[in-house]
């Protein structure tokens, strides 16, 4: 059972039009030249690319001063999971030392409720001595904390507030807590206040992490076929 309205779809559209400069896009691939990406994001650092792909079509948001040359790197191409395509992005981009990399990309209309999947988490100023440093970067105003046994930090969810009405989730769970239902718990407690405040929480991870696509999944992110892109430093 989830909670929440059918409004999410026009939430989400707004999302993507303030966060990527334009949405949908109107081909296979279409670069658009946004001035978005010249401006800090939600860390106080800006991206030259940022791509969210639906099922047969992708919109890659660039920096404007790059978008024709990462256009004249796309050339006739109409997907950009190809590992040389990406590199020559990369290169008209002119970033050197990073790559392009893909991630899936959720969203949700409406989480499990709370009779289902009970709040567990405190939320806390980040500014806490209790926060950990991985916490702390978040631009919203609290971070969701559950604590161990013993009063202790021991899984955490923080905000990433991109623009006026889109909030993307991050989870960590420490070991001694991992296998507990507690990630998944939290994530639909911070999805249940995200979407009460009338803004659209996403959920983003690696393709490969079967456990953040489980959380994900039971807390009412579904995998609709999706995908993210952006820049990664190649040491990352």
Known sequence: MVTGDDS??????????????????????????ATVR???????????????????????SVTPDRARAV?????????????????????????A???????????????????????????VDPGDPRVPTWLKPFNYPQVLIAWDGDGAYGAGVGIKRHDAIGRELAVVTS??????GVARRLVAQAARRVLDEGSVPTYLHDPDNIASA?????????????????????DG
């Open 8 to 33: 999410g779809d026009e939430r989400l559209g707004a999302h993507l039009r303030a966060w990527l400069g334009a949405w949908p896009p109107e081909e296979a691939v279409d670069v658009v030249a």
């Open 38 to 60: 010249d401006r800090p994001a939600w860390d106080g650092r800006s991206a030259p690319l940022v791509g969210v792909g639906m099922p047969g079509r992708v919109l890659l």
């Open 71 to 95: 256009r004249r790197a796309l050339g006739t191409h109409d997907l950009v999971d190809d590992p040389t395509v990406r590199r020559a992005i990369v290169d008209a981009l002119g970033v």
């Open 97 to 123: 030392g990073y790559v392009m990399g893909r991630g899936v990309f959720r969203w949700a209309t409406a989480v499990a409720p709370a009779s289902d999947l009970a709040d567990i988490g405190d939320w």
């Open 175 to 180: 070991e001694r807590l991992r296998g507990n």
């Open 214 to 234: 489980r959380v994900a999944d039971a807390a009412g992110f579904p995998d609709r076929g999706w995908s993210v892109y952006g820049l990664f430093p190649v």
